[in-house]
């Protein structure tokens, strides 16, 4: 098991949060990693697997434009904590390729994370084919959750 799920569950568990993600680029994948962490069913709520771009529209509140940017991302972690209840989100939008969109190069991915008042959000840029930068998309996303969970103030 990856070392920042563990983490992740340790700090919902000890102080009773409740993690919910709205993937894009990933499709379920951060939903995946997650609910294969110990006790997820105390502490991981779901996700919303927004493809689709009506999704992130109506379902998460995404503000219509283009939807590879940080307030997209900062929205779907937004939209996915107020339809679940979460205390923390993460919120996934990107270009997995082979073709670059909307003027960026495949490969380009937004990742925000959202606990309590702490928001962070960034753009990165993985190499590879669709399946790597799924695959490192995801990994990015759960050690940024790690990240802002650790430094909640107790």
Known sequence: MDDDVQQIADVCQERDLHVAVAESLTSGSVA????????AADWFLGGVVAYGERVKYDVLGVTPGPLVTERC??????????????????????IGGPEPSEGKPSGTVVIAVQAGRLEHSRMYRF??????????????????????LRSLPR
């Open 127 to 148: 190499p590879g084919n669709p399946e790597t930068v799924i695959a490192a998309t995801a990994h990015r996303a759960v050690g940024s959750l790690a990240e802002v």
């Open 32 to 39: 995946s990693l997650l609910g294969a962490g110990p006790e």
């Open 73 to 94: 991302a900062q929205e779907m972690a937004r939209g996915v904590a107020r339809l679940l209840g979460a205390d923390a989100t993460i919120g996934i939008t990107g």
